[in-house]
């Protein structure tokens, strides 16, 4: 809630950005718009995903699942990626 602010800058200078979405999508126009960008974000469906525009700092059901079942795996292929395109002069 309120933590964008380091992935608008990377975004602004075109840099490379992992974003995570937890409670609130990408598709409201608040995702990175860096070339260089890739979105993390729980895989499969939930019902309750995004619960409000810009999140919550507390999940309303109680269970957060939005983030608690984000894989380990799929951040360490967006870090990956990042640090290839850092590697390469990006």
Partial sequence: ???????????A???PVCAIFCSTVPAFGFGPLSTFAR???HL????CRPCGL?????????H???????ETSQLLAALA??????????
């Fill in 1 to 11: 809630v309120n933590d964008s602010a380091p992935m608008h800058l990377c975004s």
């Fill in 13 to 15: 200078v075109d840099a």
């Fill in 39 to 41: 979105v993390v974000e």
């Fill in 44 to 47: 499969g469906p939930l019902a």
């Fill in 54 to 62: 810009h999140g919550h700092a507390r999940c309303p059901l109680g």
């Fill in 64 to 70: 957060f699942r939005c983030a608690h079942e984000i």
């Fill in 81 to 90: 990626e990042a640090r290839a395109w850092h590697a390469n002069g990006r």
